[in-house]
């Protein structure tokens, strides 16, 4: 068992696997003999037509066609694509476990879908995503180490890697859906695994191709999270209830989560995981405490228990598509006006009760700056996506 471990974390698992993909590093560069290139004579060897840098974007080049970038910093090197459905797959695929992702797909299913699915999304993925973000901070176990492995993300190379939070991510997300409308929505079952195992499964390999993550580190974190999932299940009935809690509620859901944001587990060198962390704890906050405000001041009237098995899902008209369409580019539009305005204001306030000079990016790092701007910014987003969002909707008649 302890020699399978060790192979699974092995950065040279993680190597083959880009290899096989067509992600090759890019030959170390040496003095130009005669005016030639070794780098783009090695891409010829190898029959290759573009050298990428780390951004997955190429620079100006040779007549020849092909194209060389410098990386952004030395531990994200240079690497040659040999297999391009692979890399655009895989570099879509991880973004789904991104911000991007999240600050779009569960807004649009608050918004389009069902205001039921989205509560339990955002809170059981919350729990999770705070375990494993604050795992990797205890635990520090080394991303795959490179060279040999290739590594095309820049951003959270200076994170730990066990456990994988995309693959906790994906895996939450997608087999949350599909437990949550087994009852609530009639379809074939195959089809909603399929999907919840194609959509997951990509965004695992994803972090592997990538070179963030070992496969030990993607099986840790299916594995902490088909836990978490089953240990949770039955508090799902409580959490469908949270909107109809004590009017003492919305002081819990602040001051719990902003507690365990500024007692984050002290690392040794600065990583974006805490700033993560306050991030995705704010937005959980923030949507609670959204659909609370919605049901003490009867701002809406959505339904608190699991309807009916809905015989048939509504046909996808060109008229539907339309309207999700203009409420998700409207309800966007406002949450993004929102986050921009309150990250700036709290951060002035901040910068001015600890004397910091304006735009001062690295002061944005310190702990008592970082958590309580992220955390007012992305609560204010998230009561903006569940309350003042539909209010817009209902007024510009999109409802």
């Not at 797909?105 to 339990?120: A, E, G, K, Q, V």
């Not at 080394?142 to 456990?163: C, D, H, N, T, W």
Request: with cysteine.
């Amino acid at each position: 068992m302890a020699e399978l471990l060790r192979s699974l974390q092995d950065s040279q698992l993680v190597a083959r696997f880009q290899r096989r993909c067509g992600l090759f590093p890019a030959p170390e560069e040496g003095p130009p003999e005669n005016g030639a290139d070794p780098a783009e004579d090695a891409a010829r060897a190898l029959g290759l037509r573009h050298l990428s840098d780390a951004n997955g974007k190429g620079g100006g080049g040779p007549a020849n066609g092909l194209r060389r970038v410098s990386a952004p910093q030395a531990s994200v090197q240079k690497y040659i694509v040999k297999n391009y459905f692979y890399y655009y797959l895989f570099r879509f695929s991880a973004a789904l476990g991104q911000e991007v992702f999240y600050i779009t797909f569960l807004p649009f299913t608050h918004w389009n879908i069902d205001p039921y699915l989205s509560r339990r999304l955002v809170i059981i993925w919350v729990l999770v995503m705070y375990i494993g973000q604050m795992a990797k901070d205890i635990l520090k176990w080394p991303r795959p180490f490179s060279p040999p492995v290739v590594k095309l993300e820049k951003r959270v190379i200076a994170e730990y890697g066990m456990p994988s939070t995309h693959a906790m991510a994906a895996t939450t997300i997608s087999f949350t859906l599909l437990i949550s409308t087994m009852d609530r929505y009639q379809y074939p079952f195959v089809l909603g695994l399929l999907m919840a195992v194609v959509f997951s499964t990509l965004v695992c390999l994803s972090r592997v191709y990538t070179g963030m993550h070992t496969v030990l580190d993607v099986l840790g974190g299916i594995l902490v999270t088909a836990v978490l999932i089953v240990l949770t299940y039955p508090a799902w009935t409580l959490i469908d209830r949270l909107d109809s809690a004590s009017p003492l509620f919305p002081v819990c859901v602040i001051v719990v989560p902003f507690f365990l944001c500024y007692n984050y587990p002290v690392s040794d060198c600065y990583s974006p995981t805490r700033a993560d962390t306050t991030t995705i704890l704010a937005a959980g906050a923030g949507v609670t405490l959204g659909f609370w405000i919605n049901h003490f001041f009867q701002l809406v009237s959505a339904p608190a228990e699991s309807l009916p098995v809905i015989q048939n899902i509504p046909p996808l008209t060109t008229d539907m598509v339309v309207l999700g369409l203009t409420k998700f580019v409207v309800g966007i539009v406002l949450i993004l006006l929102v986050r921009q305005l309150v990250q700036n204001l709290s951060l002035q306030v901040l910068y001015s009760w600890f004397k910091v000079v304006t735009r001062n990016k690295e002061a944005r790092r310190r702990l008592e700056i970082e958590v309580p701007y992220k955390f007012v910014t992305y609560t204010s987003v998230g009561i903006c996506a569940t309350t003042f969002v539909p209010m817009l909707h209902r007024f510009l008649g999109l409802l």
